[in-house]
């Protein structure tokens, strides 16, 4: 079954504690992306990655961390630098495979929820 | 830098009324625009897409046209069920140094009453 699997659904963190989110695909897909939602918001870009091994800051990317070991998995940690986590997060993929006058679409998974305690 | 503006919800209808959600973008280049859907706790889903100036994507009676003398692309559809509500996200898509990231406007909440 092809896809983005997400995990948890839920979260939660207490204070000063990190917790990571765990994002698999198994779709083959070259890039891999985080953002955040806040309620009644759109999304921000905290991190991607085009590749194994590389990974580049995005637009809110202050208090998280990631790592890009694999080529199906691309992990985000939410560490006690991150004051207001509180947030869905959700994970894309997407081929680097341009083609012409597009860009590839993004595939989204089904989201975290991180909730503090 | 790239920008999306989405027309303000939340956005109620009656089913079978019609339906324009409303989309203009500020971009250098020449960016993919894309619309997506959100229902309640998921993650979203890639409604249609366009890649040029005149194009036009249509999906599941959605519909929106790729207006680069405007800077637009709104969505449509005809005759809007209930099982259509849901939160709609204009994005757009640009090839650049970044890599292919995308910027999406605020998103807008339709409600379809029966």
């Known amino acids: 079954d092809g896809g983005i699997t997400q995990s948890p659904k839920y979260l939660f963190r207490k204070e000063g504690q990190n917790v990571t989110l765990s994002c698999e695909q198994n779709l083959n897909h070259d890039a891999m992306y985080w953002y955040r939602q806040d309620p009644g918001q759109g999304l921000r870009l905290i991190y991607y990655s085009q590749i194994v091994n590389d990974f580049q800051k995005g637009d809110i990317a202050e208090g998280y961390s990631v790592s890009r070991e694999k080529k199906e998995s691309f992990p985000l940690t939410v560490t006690s630098a991150q004051k207001n986590p509180t947030a869905f997060y959700l994970c894309a993929t997407s081929s680097l495979a341009v083609t012409w006058g597009g860009q590839e679409t993004q595939y989204f998974g089904p989201g975290t929820r991180l909730l503090v305690l | 830098g790239d920008s999306v503006t989405q027309m303000e919800g939340p956005v109620t209808l009656s089913e079978e009324a019609f339906l324009t959600i409303n989309c203009t973008y500020t971009?250098?280049?020449?960016?993919?625009l894309f619309w997506y859907v959100q229902y309640p706790g998921e993650g979203l889903q890639l409604l249609l897409k366009a890649t040029k100036a005149d194009d036009k994507g249509s999906n599941k009676g959605f519909e929106a046209t790729y207006r680069k003398e405007t800077t637009s692309f709104h969505l449509e559809k005809g005759s809007v069920q209930v099982s259509d509500s849901a939160v709609y996200f204009c994005a757009l898509g640009g090839l650049g140094t970044s890599g292919s990231r995308l910027t999406f406007g605020e998103g807008t909440q339709l409600t379809v009453n029966p």
């Open positions: 971009a250098t280049g020449y960016p993919s």
